[in-house]
Nanobody, 115 residues
Framework: QVQLVESGGGLVQVGESLRLSCVLS????????MGWFRQGPGNERELVAK???????TYQAPREERYDISRDNAKNTVDLQMNNLQPEDAGLYYC?????????WGQGTQVTVSS
């Protein structure tokens, strides 16, 4: 059974950093793509960043200046380092994996940015 478990969310002050982590279990080969999506209040889920199995990264502009996504294929983990957090970065962050063309989602981890 494929499962994604996120961790690392929390409450931070403006300008601080957070590192989100996600572990994919249930398969013994690298997922085609792993990434992070954000959903703000009343908004649709939107891409934050993703990385393919061969390391190609995609960021939603302009976050690439403050965010860094990385993955470990051997462990099937993906991390999102978020720096200089701003109020607009707040939301529920979901980990997503594409495995054999099937999309899987984690339960989400909340990021709150206080000014």
């Amino acid at each position: 059974q494929v499962q994604l478990v996120e961790s690392g969310g929390g409450l931070v002050q403006v300008g601080e950093s957070l590192r989100l982590s996600c572990v994919l279990s249930g398969i013994n080969f690298p997922a085609e793509s792993m990434g992070w999506f954000r959903q703000g209040p009343g908004n649709e889920r939107e891409l934050v960043a993703k990385v393919s199995a061969i390391g190609i990264t995609t960021y939603q502009a302009p976050r690439e200046e403050r965010y860094d996504i990385s993955r470990d294929n051997a462990k099937n983990t993906v991390d999102l380092q978020m720096n200089n957090l701003q109020p607009e970065d707040a939301g529920l962050y979901y980990c997503r994996a594409v495995v054999q063309r099937t999309v899987f989602w984690g339960q989400g981890t909340q990021v709150t940015v206080s000014s």
